[in-house]
Structures are given as structure tokens and as C-alpha cells.
Nanobody, 121 residues
Framework: QVQLQESGGGSVQAGGSLRLSCAIS????????MGWFRQAPGKQREGVAR???????RYADSVKGRFTISRDNANNTVYLQIHSLKPEDTAMYYC???????????????WGQGTQVTVSS
């Protein structure tokens, strides 16, 4: 059973930075696409960043240039480095994983419990 656990959220001022971490355990880390999603109150869940098994990344337009996703396969961890935070970035951030290979992903998502990011103006 794949398990994911997020950390690194908190309350920051607009313009600040955070580094979110997601530790994955249970199954082999390699062979999974990893992503970060967020959900604000009253909003639908939004995919903000994804990284594939070959290292290619994709970002939502709203976060391009500010968010960077990376993965450390040796430590079974994926990161989301966030700069220039805006109040509209306030949300619960979730880490997710599903099977993948060479830019293709499939199957059900495994989800973490979420970490809260709150940005004040």
C-alpha cells in the first residue's frame, strides 16, 4: 500500500516562500508520476504541478514561474518550492502519486493527508 505524507505548509505573508515536501513509502518510488494539487474553500481541486518518471514537469498557468516541483528518488520524496506567494494561493495542498513511465501516467491516485498553506496580504 502506497502512503504519502505532506509537510512544510504554514502561514506566511504575501511575497514569501515555502517548500512543501511529500514522502512516499510502501511501494517502490520509481515508476510513479507525482503531483501537487490544492483545494481552497468553495473551490474545486486544482492540479498545480506534476513531475513524470523521466523528470519532465508541468504546471498550471496560475503558478508558472513561481512554483517548482522536483523529486529526490534516493529519498523517495517530492518537493514543491513556492516563491512569491499570493493570497490566492491559500489552500490545502495535497501530494498524489500514480503509476507512470516515460511521461505517461495511469491508474488510481494515491493521496496524502494534505498540508495547509495560508498567505496573508
Amino acid at each position: 500500500q502506497v502512503q504519502l505524507q505532506e509537510s512544510g505548509g504554514g502561514s506566511v505573508q504575501a511575497g514569501g516562500s515555502l517548500r512543501l515536501s511529500c514522502a512516499i513509502s510502501g511501494y517502490t518510488y520509481s515508476g510513479y508520476c507525482m503531483g501537487w494539487f490544492r483545494q481552497a474553500p468553495g473551490k474545486q481541486r486544482e492540479g498545480v504541478a506534476r513531475i513524470y518518471t523521466h523528470g519532465i514537469t508541468r504546471y498550471a498557468d496560475s503558478v508558472k514561474g513561481r512554483f517548482t516541483i522536483s523529486r529526490d528518488n534516493a529519498n523517495n520524496t517530492v518537493y514543491l518550492q513556492i516563491h512569491s506567494l499570493k493570497p490566492e494561493d491559500t489552500a490545502m495542498y495535497y501530494c498524489a502519486a500514480r503509476r507512470g513511465r516515460a511521461g505517461m501516467c495511469w491508474g488510481d491516485y494515491y493521496w496524502g493527508q494534505g498540508t495547509q498553506v495560508t498567505v496573508s496580504s
